[in-house]
């Protein structure tokens, strides 16, 4: 691999992460309206993220067209198996960052607020150190 190619792969895995970023909290948003017994509207989402209709519509169709969740006209909006396994796994990296980072002492406010952010660029390895980490805190 060329020193051009090596330094630019941190700059690509970024990118991706930020394209993905999205679609994850929607899925996980959809899970989250959706698991207090309840069907999950466009209109719940708009309240959710505190934006317009029209956005949401258009993340639904984008998430509809990459098989995470189905929909029709004036129907509530259902994860796919494929969109409930990423909601899952989104719901598993958020809470292992949160949880260390109340290991390390960030105030629980701060950490919920900064898991949000880290969970969608915490590379796999990184998360198995989280996790190792935190276990030793709590010991």
């Known amino acids: 691999m060329t020193e051009h190619a090596k330094q630019s792969l941190p700059h690509?895995?970024?990118?991706?992460?930020?394209?993905?970023?999205?679609?994850?909290?929607?899925?996980?948003?959809?899970?989250?309206i959706s698991s207090s017994?309840?069907?999950?509207?466009?209109?719940d989402l708009a309240k959710y993220f505190g934006v317009s209709h029209v956005t949401v519509n258009r993340m639904v169709g984008r998430l509809q067209n990459e098989g995470l969740v189905s929909?029709?006209?004036?129907?509530?909006?259902?994860?796919?198996?494929?969109?409930?396994?990423?909601?899952n796994?989104?719901?598993?990296?958020?809470?292992?960052?949160?949880?260390?980072?109340l290991?390390?002492?960030?105030?629980?406010?701060?950490?919920?607020?900064?898991?949000?952010?880290?969970?969608?660029?915490?590379?796999p390895e990184t998360l198995e150190c989280f996790v190792q980490q935190t276990k030793a805190k709590q010991c």
Do not use: M, W
Request: charged share 35%.
């Open 37 to 43: 017994d309840r069907n999950c509207r466009i209109v």
């Open 103 to 123: 290991a390390i002492g960030v105030d629980p406010q701060a950490a919920a607020i900064d898991a949000e952010g880290i969970e969608h660029h915490v590379s």
């Open 71 to 87: 929909t029709e006209p004036y129907k509530p909006v259902r994860l796919t198996a494929k969109g409930s396994r990423l909601a």
């Open 12 to 32: 690509r895995r970024t990118r991706h992460d930020h394209s993905t970023e999205l679609a994850e909290d929607y899925v996980e948003a959809i899970a989250e």
């Open 89 to 101: 796994r989104c719901r598993e990296r958020h809470e292992i960052v949160y949880q260390f980072l």
